[in-house]
T-cell receptor, first 111, second 113 residues
Framework: QKEVEQNSGPLSVPEGAIASLNCTYSDRGSQSFFWYRQYSGKSPELIMFIYSNGDKEDGRFTAQLNKASQYVSLLIRDSQPSDSATYLCAVNQLYGQNFVFGPGTRLSVLP | EAGVAQSPRYKIIEKRQSVAFWCNPISGHATLYWYQQILGQGPKLLIQFQNNGVVDDSQLPKDRFSAERLKGVDSTLKIQPAKLEDSAVYLC???????????FGPGTRLTVL
């Protein structure tokens, strides 16, 4: 079982729609969870992090964490073409390798 | 605040040659990471330093890769000898501590011919 999995892409949504990106992880003791955005040819940049169960909102972005289900998601409201990128989920595990990235989900927002 | 610096940005070498990458983390960041990112994949952690000590190098191919972080600041990653499958982007990141968010440098794109 892979440590961090993400929904396979590419994911295409029309401009103005809500994009939903999902991530599951295997280490039940994981402490913190991060979403990074990576434009083609660029390095990852942090969008949000979340430590506690529930929702965390920052502008058009909402991260949702459910530790019981070992699931974290990122919602992007009012999607814009500039949101088109690969979104990486990263998990800070308690056991094993400390910091693990998922494979990423490529998002395309169509004008 | 200056970001994470890396050099060189691009490097092309022949297989079996050696290459070295340099990273200067954000000032005050105790934790430094080296990742390998192959096209279309997420970053894979190669080695993690806490100050000048190694926390995790379980995925570092130690027969050819080495890394050091002298004085707990700058770090170098070396590959000797390089193989074709080492072609990738090598990313350096730093964080205040091992639990905090990471900030990435621009990366070094390595092509092995």
């Amino acid at each position: 079982q892979k440590e961090v999995e993400q929904n396979s892409g590419p994911l295409s949504v029309p401009e103005g729609a809500i994009a939903s990106l999902n991530c599951t992880y295997s280490d039940r003791g994981s402490q913190s969870f991060f979403w990074y955005r990576q434009y083609s040819g660029k390095s990852p940049e942090l969008i949000m992090f979340i430590y506690s169960n529930g929702d965390k909102e920052d502008g058009r972005f909402t991260a949702q964490l459910n530790k019981a289900s070992q699931y974290v998601s990122l919602l992007i409201r009012d999607s814009q073409p500039s949101d088109s990128a690969t979104y990486l989920c990263a998990v800070n595990q308690l056991y094993g390798q400390n910091f693990v990235f998922g494979p990423g989900t490529r998002l395309s927002v169509l004008p | 605040e200056a970001g994470v610096a890396q050099s060189p940005r691009y490097k092309i070498i022949e297989k079996r040659q050696s290459v070295a990458f340099w990273c200067n983390p954000i000032s005050g960041h105790a934790t430094l990471y080296w990742y390998q990112q192959i096209l279309g994949q997420g970053p894979k952690l190669l080695i993690q330093f806490q100050n000048n000590g190694v926390v995790d190098d379980s995925q570092l191919p130690k027969d050819r890769f080495s890394a050091e972080r002298l004085k707990g600041v700058d770090s170098t990653l070396k590959i000797q000898p390089a193989k074709l499958e080492d072609s990738a982007v090598y990313l350096c990141a730093s964080s205040l501590n091992r639990w905090g968010e990471q900030f990435f440098g621009p990366g070094t794109r390595l092509t092995v011919l």
